[in-house]
């Protein structure tokens, strides 16, 4: 099973582009979520969707907007991107509609802001 | 203020010599706590889950442990490949009034 698939894994936008972060995933998860990582931070939620249809903020939801297509995928949008926004974004799904328990985990996008 | 923190940063060993990682938090309602283990270029990989104090979990050379107000990852023997960054994740609350919170890692080092 291929699990958690990411794309793209690298970007470079200017400042005021916008582009979409896609996520996927084949283990029939109800929930899926959005993190940032920042050096020396931990992970940061910015939303998620306990189950199809439904989606939610996280700590840090500023400046992103989501959408769940369907069951198996999730997408972040970034409408004005800043370099405040230049992370590494994973997305993550889980069985279970809680956070943190036993999420799988996607291989990141590296997203660059400049 | 809901805190997790981890210790040390990062922690370089010798094939073979054991030791610990640990997870204090300051949190107002623990549910649960969980390791993860991250691979450079890598998203974490869920490792544990603890949910109250005196609990261990073992897998492999990893053990987990919790107390009321930290959580230890104990490593014996190890070896290269468990070279990574650990994370420890904590989750409060409930419903709508629930988060979770990462600490920042430990990089751990294993040389041969």
């Known amino acids: 099973n291929a699990g958690v698939t990411q794309t793209p894994k690298f970007q470079v936008l200017k400042t005021g582009q916008s582009m979409t972060l896609q996520c996927a995933q084949d283990?029939?998860?109800?929930?899926m979520y959005w993190y940032r990582q920042d050096p020396g931070m931990g992970l940061r939620l910015i939303y998620y969707?306990?189950?199809?249809?439904?989606?939610d903020k996280g700590e840090v939801p500023n400046g992103y907007n989501v959408s769940r297509l369907n069951k198996r995928e999730f997408s972040l949008r970034l409408e004005s991107a800043a370099p405040s926004q230049t992370s590494v974004y994973f997305c993550?799904?889980?069985?279970?509609?809680?956070?943190?328990?036993?999420?799988?985990f996607g291989s990141g996008t590296r997203l660059t802001v400049v | 203020e809901d805190q997790v923190t981890q210790s040390p940063e990062a922690l370089r060993l010798q094939e073979g010599e054991s030791s610990s990682l640990n997870c204090s938090y300051t949190?107002?309602?623990?549910?649960?706590l969980f390791w993860y283990r991250q691979d450079p270029g890598k998203g974490p990989e869920f490792l544990f889950t603890l949910y109250s104090a005196g609990e261990e979990k073992e897998k492999e050379r990893l053990k987990a442990t919790l107390t009321k107000k930290e959580s230890f990852l104990h490593i014996t023997a190890p070896k290269p490949e468990d070279s990574a960054t650990y994370l420890c994740a904590v989750l409060t609350g409930y419903s709508s009034a629930s988060k979770i919170i990462f600490g920042s890692g430990t990089r751990l080092s294993i040389r041969p």
């Open positions: 969707s306990a189950s199809e249809g439904t989606t």
């Open positions: 283990m029939n998860h109800n929930s």
């Open positions: 949190v107002s309602g623990l549910r649960g």
């Open positions: 993550a799904s889980s069985e279970r509609g809680e956070r943190g328990y036993g999420y799988t």
